[in-house]
């Protein structure tokens, strides 16, 4: 097997918490403390989503309706909001992340897009979001700083929230990543109380649980096709 070349880009603290950016390969991704992987690109397609579990978190494309608005919490490397403005073109996304330092990374070193259809947002998620009166079509929970998930998002006041800002077709697509299983449970209690329907997508050989929850039934019948027209969708 070849091996791969490994390159670190970038090396700074935050709060006493370790970030680097690393180049492996075609790969540029994003590490906080103890190896943890938070985000990656591919530096030949950085509108590719590299990660299996943020794939996974792009379900709600297949829903009936056209999306006109996403929101983004947690922005990471930008991965996400890369993938939506080159496939959406007529899409308009938010990005808000509570670390100016992470922004400065994901514009610097991931080619994350910033313009006036992609607009990124120093602040925390919970006042973002407390203080818009503005609604989406989805809204993508990706918020995590070196001790797994932000408190402060992932938490039944934030997904009430969210359930406030949704658009009446809108959904939530949240990525669910917790070694504590009581605190999993909660949220999923969290869920039932505030949006009508939720889906959890284990992602295979992986730690990551992404939760799907609407404001109205799941659409099942919209997405029910064969291999092919899911393939091609």
């Not at 996400?80 to 610097?108: E, K, M, N, T, Y």
């Not at 959904?171 to 669910?176: D, E, K, Q």
Request: glycine share 6%; net charge negative.
């Amino acid at each position: 097997m070849a091996q791969i070349d490994t390159a670190l880009i970038h090396k700074s603290f935050q709060d006493e918490m370790l970030i680097e950016v690393r180049d492996e390969g075609d790969y540029r991704s994003l590490y906080f403390d103890d190896n943890c992987l938070q985000s990656r690109i591919s530096l030949s397609s950085p509108h590719h989503l590299t990660l299996p579990y943020t794939r996974y978190m792009t379900l709600p494309m297949l829903f009936p309706g056209h999306l006109q608005n996403i929101l983004l919490i947690g922005v990471g490397s930008g991965s996400l909001l890369s993938f939506f403005h080159h496939h959406l073109p007529d899409c308009q996304l938010d990005g808000v992340d509570s670390s100016a330092h992470i922004l400065r990374i994901a514009r610097g070193y991931f080619q994350c897009p910033e313009n006036e259809r992609c607009r990124l947002h120093r602040n925390d998620g919970y006042s973002f979001l407390s203080a818009s009166d503005s609604t989406w079509d989805l809204i993508l929970l990706d918020a995590f700083d070196g001790c797994g998930m932000a408190p402060s998002i992932y938490s039944e006041s934030f997904l009430e929230l969210c359930a406030n800002h949704l658009r009446p077709r809108g959904s939530v697509s949240g990525n669910l990543w917790t070694g504590k299983k009581l605190h999993l449970k909660e949220l999923k209690k969290c869920f039932i109380q505030h949006f009508e329907d939720t889906i959890y997508l284990p992602v295979p050989d992986r730690g990551n649980l992404v939760a799907i929850a609407l404001r109205e039934s799941f659409p099942w019948q919209a997405i029910s096709l064969s291999r092919g027209e899911l393939r091609s969708l």
